[in-house]
C-alpha cells in the first residue's frame, strides 16, 4: 500500500489500470477512449500506462469508444472506458447496446453539463439520462472513494449473478482535477481482490450471436432478467463489501451514507460531493443545539429502497438537493425517493449547483431556513448556488 496525491481522474485511471493487470491471466484488458472536458486527464493518464495482455485503442469518436469495449468485452476482456456530457449523449446508443448485451464495461464518468448552451461544469444530468437503461450507477463524494468503487465496480459488473455494465460517477473539475491523497494497493493485493474476468456468454470457438433478433415474449423475458440482475446487485456489493475489508484494510461506503441521521429532525438527502457540504453543515448546527442530519446516496441504480426508508422513518422533513434538473418536473434524486417516506412527511425538492454552481454550506442553511416555516411539500425549488 502507498500513497499518492493524484487528481481523480487519475485515480479512476489508475484503477483502471491495475484491474486490466490483474486479468493477465485471464483474456487481458481493452480499453476504448476518446477525449472529452473533463474526462480528457483520465484517457491520457491511461494510455501512458503499460498493461500485460492489455491495449488502450485511441478511436474518433465516444460512440466507438464504446463500440470497442462492446467487441473486447463480447470477447471476454475486462474493459474500461471515461466520458462526459454530450460525449455520454453520442456513446448513448452504444451503452444501452452493452447493457442490453449483459456485457460487464465498466465506466467512469465525469459529470459535466449537457449542451447547448455549452458549460464545462458539474450537473448529473449527464450520466441521469441513463438511468433506466441498465447501468449500475455510483456517485462518489470524494478521490479514494472514487479509486475504490472502480476496484469494486469491476468485480461487482463480473459477477455471474449481475453480469451488467457499471458507471462510477465523478463531478467535473471538482473531484476530476482536484488533487489528493489517496491509499493505493500493490498489484498483488488487486490480483487477490479481483479474480480473471469470465464472461459466460463470450464468443469464443462455439460459433453463436450477441443482440439478435428475438420476438415481443423474449425481450419480455430478458428485460425481467436484465431488472433481477440488477436488484441483486445490494446482496453482491455486501459481499465484495467484505472482501473489500479482507484485502485492503478498509471499508468500501455502504450504498447509502447516513450522517447523524438516527435522531435528525430534518434530513438532507443528496449525492456526490453535495454530501460531504452537508456534512460539515450538520456539525455546525448540531454544535448549535439543532438535530439536523444528513444521507447521501452513493448508489443511484439499483436504487437502495429499503436502506432509504429505513433511514426516513420517523423523519417528518427530508430536504432533498439535487445537482441536476428533469425539465418540467424537478429534481431526478426527489423524485425517485419522496415515495418512501411516512406518510405525511414533508418531501421538499431543491435544485442546487445545476450547471455547476459552487453550492456552499451558506446555501444549504438557506434551504434549512426554508424547511423550518415549511408546513408541506411545495413545487421543487431552484436554489441560485454561484
Known amino acids: 500500500m502507498s500513497l499518492e496525491l493524484i487528481s481523480a481522474n487519475h485515480a479512476a485511471a489508475l484503477a483502471a489500470t491495475l484491474a486490466g493487470r490483474a486479468n493477465r491471466t485471464g483474456r487481458g484488458f481493452c480499453s476504448g477512449v476518446y477525449p472529452i472536458t473533463p474526462s480528457t486527464e483520465c484517457m491520457e493518464y491511461l494510455c501512458g500506462q503499460t498493461i500485460e495482455k492489455g491495449k488502450v485503442i485511441r478511436v474518433e469518436s465516444e460512440h466507438s469508444a464504446m463500440g470497442v469495449c462492446i467487441g473486447a468485452a463480447g470477447a471476454g476482456a475486462r474493459t474500461f472506458t471515461a466520458t462526459s456530457s454530450n460525449g455520454l449523449a453520442y ?7 452493452a447493457a442490453g448485451l449483459r456485457l460487464p464495461v465498466v ?6 453539463t449537457i449542451g447547448p448552451p455549452w458549460n464545462i461544469w458539474a450537473d448529473h444530468g449527464d450520466s441521469l439520462t441513463l438511468r433506466d437503461h441498465g447501468w449500475i450507477q455510483f456517485y462518489c463524494a470524494d478521490n479514494q472513494e472514487l479509486f475504490d468503487t472502480v476496484l469494486c465496480a469491476f468485480r461487482l459488473a463480473e459477477d455471474k449473478r449481475v453480469m451488467m455494465p457499471a458507471m462510477v460517477c465523478m463531478e467535473g473539475f471538482i473531484l476530476s482535477h482536484t488533487v489528493a491523497q489517496i491509499k493505493v494497493p500493490t498489484q498483488e493485493q488487486v490480483d487477490s481482490f479481483l479474480p480473471p474476468a469470465a464472461i459466460p456468454h463470450r464468443l469464443g470457438d462455439t460459433p453463436h450471436t450477441l443482440g439478435q433478433m ?6 419480455e423475458m430478458h428485460r425481467l432478467q436484465h431488472h433481477n440482475a440488477l436488484l441483486a446487485v445490494p446482496g453482491v456489493y455486501a459481499e465484495i ?5 479482507e484485502v485492503f484494510g478498509r471499508r468500501l461506503p455502504d450504498p447509502v451514507v447516513p450522517y447523524r441521521a438516527e435522531d435528525a ?26 438535530r439536523i442530519g444528513a444521507l447521501r446516496v452513493r448508489l443511484f441504480r439499483p436504487l437502495p429502497v429499503e436502506s432509504i426508508r429505513k433511514w426516513f422513518a420517523g423523519k417528518s422533513k427530508i430536504a432533498v438537493i439535487d445537482r441536476d434538473i428533469s425539465l418540467g418536473f424537478g429534481g431526478i434524486l426527489w423524485g425517485e425517493v419522496r415515495g418512501l417516506a411516512d406518510p405525511g412527511a414533508i418531501v421538499q425538492s431543491y435544485m442546487a449547483g445545476v450547471g455547476g454552481g459552487d453550492l456552499r454550506p451558506e446555501h444549504i442553511d438557506n434551504i434549512l431556513a426554508d424547511m423550518d416555516v415549511r408546513q408541506h ?3 421543487p425549488a431552484l436554489v441560485e448556488a454561484v
Open 377 to 379: 411539500a411545495g413545487r
Open 214 to 219: 428475438e420476438v415481443p415474449h423474449l425481450t
Open 241 to 245: 463489501e467484505k472482501s473489500f475489508a
Open 91 to 97: 456513446m448513448a446508443e452504444n451503452c444501452i447496446a
Open 107 to 112: 465506466m467512469a464518468v465525469a459529470n459535466r
Open 265 to 290: 429532525e430534518v434530513l438532507i438527502v443528496s449525492m456526490g460531493t453535495i454530501g460531504s457540504t452537508a456534512e460539515r453543515v450538520v456539525d455546525a448546527l448540531r454544535a448549535r443545539g439543532r
